[in-house]
């Protein structure tokens, strides 16, 4: 089905859409959205809403900016998601560029997006143990997790 979006009409299969029973937090009302990803934008992927043509957001892998995050998923959100196994587990996290300044972009390690690979349920799940933040600077993360790689190698920092 074509689906328009802020990137123009889109063409996505129902395999490929992931469904928000919850909505995401400050925007509720949406449910359906898909990944899509542009190569002169990788590693970084969107999130589109297939609802509201001028909602998506830019998301990325966690653990390509933080090496060491760890999310937990509480036995009631793996039950609402229906996951069965890790294997089917898929998490991104969103970024955010204030002012479109590279420079100040976030990643938000508080509440990463959890998708359900074999079903396509989809949830934002606040992790409830962790010190994490909805505003981690992205080059502080980065840097951080390059200093814990050289450590982990034998480096010094």
């Known amino acids: 089905m074509v689906y328009k979006t802020?990137?123009?009409?889109?063409?996505i299969p129902e395999s490929e859409i992931f469904i928000f029973e919850e909505g995401i937090p400050g925007f509720s009302h949406?449910?359906?959205?898909?990944i899509i990803s542009f190569e002169k934008s990788e590693p970084v992927k969107?999130?589109?809403s297939l609802e509201d043509e001028t909602v998506a957001f830019p998301i990325v892998n966690p653990?390509?900016?933080r090496a060491d995050y760890s999310?937990?998923?509480s036995q009631q959100d793996m039950t609402s998601l229906e996951v069965v196994s890790q294997e089917q587990?898929?998490?991104?996290?969103?970024l955010s560029f204030p002012s479109g300044n590279v420079e100040e972009a976030t990643v938000n390690l508080l509440a990463p997006i959890v998708l359900n690979l074999k079903n396509n349920k989809a949830k934002q799940i606040v992790q409830?143990?962790?010190?994490?933040?909805v505003r981690h600077s992205l080059e502080g993360e980065i840097n951080r997790s390059k200093r814990i790689m050289k450590k982990a190698q034998g480096g010094s920092e």
């Open 6 to 11: 802020r990137f123009g009409e889109i063409e």
């Open 30 to 34: 949406l449910r359906k959205f898909a």
């Open 46 to 48: 969107w999130l589109v």
């Open 63 to 65: 653990w390509l900016i």
């Open 71 to 73: 999310v937990e998923i």
């Open 89 to 94: 587990v898929a998490v991104w996290a969103i």
């Open 128 to 133: 409830e143990n962790h010190n994490y933040s």
